[in-house]
């Protein structure tokens, strides 16, 4: 036992301890500032407080999903990045039942297959030339087939890439500029 003790790097078990006590710390911090924007349905008793311990659980379980379902959408890729943004130590590992929510597949697939055969166009914004950018990023392990039949006329409708956001209009004609034009072509 003597000897088991002395292999023990008392050094790294500190650090170790000095990491676990800093993240207990933060989700102290997290769990007053969320249990302080829920005071008001805490005190109706709509609601529970929450704990660290539960708010740990929490994320991880977020973490599991993120892990496995993010690549599958766009919006889940970007609502993992704001709610897990770096990966909570400790955690126990996931189960193995996970099922992804469907949430934004089908219209992430129909905007993947636009960027792909529209991209190239020149009547693509540049707005929306980055945005195609990063759906093609995010869906392209789901979205595999496309069809050919894409359609690019739908940019005949969108902001040119030089104006200043408005969408194109034709002019109005009034009655009196109408007139005078009738007559300019007398």
Aim: glycine fraction near 2%.
């Amino acid at each position: 036992m003597a000897e088991e003790a002395s292999n023990v790097d008392l050094d790294e078990e500190m650090k170790k301890l000095d990491e676990m006590k800093k993240e207990a710390a933060q989700m102290q911090k997290e769990t007053d500032e969320i249990n302080e924007k829920l005071k008001d349905e805490i005190a109706a008793g709509t609601t529970k407080a929450i704990s660290p311990a539960q708010l740990k659980t929490t994320k991880c379980n977020l973490q599991c999903i993120c892990d496995k379902c993010r690549s599958g959408s766009v919006s889940l890729a970007e609502n993992c990045m704001k709610i897990v943004p770096h990966k909570i130590d400790m955690c126990p590992p996931c189960p193995d039942d996970i099922k992804c929510p469907a949430v934004d597949n089908e219209a992430s697939c129909k905007m993947h297959c636009f960027c792909i055969h529209c991209k190239d166009d020149d009547r693509m914004p540049d707005r929306l030339r980055k945005e195609c950018d990063r759906v093609m990023r995010h869906s392209s392990d789901v979205c595999t087939e496309c069809p050919d039949d894409v359609d690019c006329s739908t940019l005949d409708q969108l902001v040119a890439p030089e104006s200043s956001g408005e969408t194109h209009k034709e002019p109005k004609v009034g009655k009196i500029k109408e007139k005078h034009r009738m007559w300019d072509e007398l």
